[in-house]
Structure formats: C-alpha cells, structure tokens
C-alpha cells in the first residue's frame, strides 16, 4: 500500500521560514513526479510548486505567487521531496498537501498525503 506522509508544518511569523517533508513508501515502479498542493479555508486546492524527473534531470515548476521564495527539492535515494518556504506572509497559511506520481509498466498511480497545517501569523 502506497504511503505519502507530510511532515514540517507549524505556526511562523510572518517574513519567516519553513520546510516542508513529503516521503513516499510502499510503491513499485518508479516516481515520476511529486508536487505540493495547498488548501486555504473556503479556497480551491492549487498547485503551488512541482519536480518531475526524467532520469538524471529534475523539472521543477512554481506558481506565480511563490516563485522566489519557495524551492523545491527531491532526494531520489530517499523518495522524499522538501520544500522550502522563506518569506512567509498570511497568504501562505493553508494546509499543504504532497501528491506524488508513480509510473509502471501498466501506466501511471497517483497519492495524496494528509495534509500538513501552515500558518502564518504573528
């Protein structure tokens, strides 16, 4: 059974940093891809940044709001994907979900963690 587990939330004055975990365990086949979701009370799940690899190469993709304050990273040996957050403002506080792509020979699973809470706030 395919696990996703998010670790690294907390509560952070605004212009402060975090770093968020995500480890996925229990999958064949090969990851394809993992990528951070958050959810804003009353708001819609948005992709906040994502890394695909293709093979030694690592795509990574971010949304507008967070480009040069976030980095994402992934440590293949270890299934784990870190996302870094500096210059954290009440917009940021959500709870933030890891989602991550497995590929095998039948085609493509995806998995969702439960979520870590973010909070922004002094």
């Known amino acids: 059974q395919v696990q996703v587990v998010e670790s690294g939330g907390g509560m952070v004055q605004p212009g402060g940093s975090l770093r968020l975990s995500c480890t996925a365990s229990?999958?064949?086949?090969?990851?394809?891809?993992m990528r951070w979701y958050r959810q804003a009370p009353g708001g819609m799940r948005e992709l906040v940044a994502g890394i695909t690899t293709r093979g030694v190469t690592k795509d990574t993709n971010y949304q507008d709001s967070v480009k040069g304050r976030f980095t994402i990273s992934m440590d293949n040996a270890k299934n784990t994907v870190h996302l870094e957050m500096s210059s954290l403002n009440s917009d940021d506080s959500a709870v933030y979900y890891c989602?991550?792509?497995?590929?095998?020979?039948?085609?493509?699973?995806?998995?969702w963690g439960q979520g870590t809470q973010v909070t922004v706030s002094s």
């Open positions: 989602c991550v792509d497995t590929v095998t020979v039948w085609g493509t699973q995806t998995n």
């Open positions: 229990g999958f064949t086949g090969d990851i394809a891809a």
